[in-house]
């Protein structure tokens, strides 16, 4: 079982499918915003950047893959995208079920690195115009946070299983 996994993350369809799960969600973001005018709070604005580095593992881990290397940045990036974005959803959904306290607030411009100020490049994808905690819209009673919990507890979960396989063939070896 472990060999297929290794086999398969030594494929670049495999990273090409992270890649494309993730670049699908940042769609389905863009839709939520521009299409239902749900406006994005800061929280799901880092989320987003979040899910963008899993899409840019993917495609790192896809080109080059044949290289130990690469493979790993991508692996380490899929990590830290999976599990960065699932502490902030945690976070968000946190922050919903105690919307009306002082203890539970969000800020209201994103904190990029100056080196990187996202949100004043591309206002279209990163500028934050809503709040934290409004529940806008639910699938099946559960928010949108939440649903992002379920997301990149998934992403961190297969990153894991990857990651094990490939490192336990390494040392097979």
Sequence with gaps: MLKKLNDFVLNPLSWW??????????????????????????????QRVAILAIMVAGVIGAVGNKYTLLRLIGFAIWAVGAI????????????QANAGSLFYTCDLVPNFPSWMPLHEWIPSLFEATGDCGEISWQFIGYSMPQWMVVVYGVYTVLFAIFFISRVSQLFKK
């Design 84 to 95: 960065w974005g699932l502490a902030l959803a945690v976070e968000h959904v946190d922050i």
């Design 17 to 46: 499918l992270l890649a494309l799960s993730a670049l699908g969600l940042e769609l389905s973001a863009l839709y939520f915003q521009y299409g239902m005018k749900l406006e994005p709070c800061i929280m799901c604005i880092y």
